[in-house]
């Protein structure tokens, strides 16, 4: 009977602990339309986006030059390869495909046309958003916080 209840106990407690932890790391949304994403646990900035309407899991990476997409989730998501890359990585120089998006949306904000990888390595089923999408933006970091919101122009 004791064994039980700590069992239930402990479920309980990682089931609050879950709850509140994937509360907190979602992204919001200002009164400007800007997007404010709290660093993981990591220091990394994730969220749920979309491309070309179809929902992905994003990993915003300023180290990354191009929008990077796993070939497994390209296949899922419909995105046709138009050419082949080889690319340096930090884990040495790869062969990808190359293609095109015709949107990345990150909550409220929508970008168009873009270049993008596809990697056949990648095993996750994140989508690394580099800088030619992050470069479209105004990035502001502060407190473990990120605020993206268009360029002005």
Known sequence: ??????LLAWLSLMGLLTLYFHHSSQPTVTASGELRLKADASGHYRLEGAINGQPVQLLLDTGATRVTVPLHVAERIGLTPSGHSRVNTAAGTIQ??????????????????LPIFINPAASGDEILVGMNALGRLELRQKDRQLLLRPLQE
């Open 1 to 6: 009977m004791a064994r039980r209840f700590w």
């Open 96 to 113: 990808v495909q190359t293609g095109q998006i015709e949107t990345l949306a990150m909550g409220p904000l929508t970008l168009y046309d």
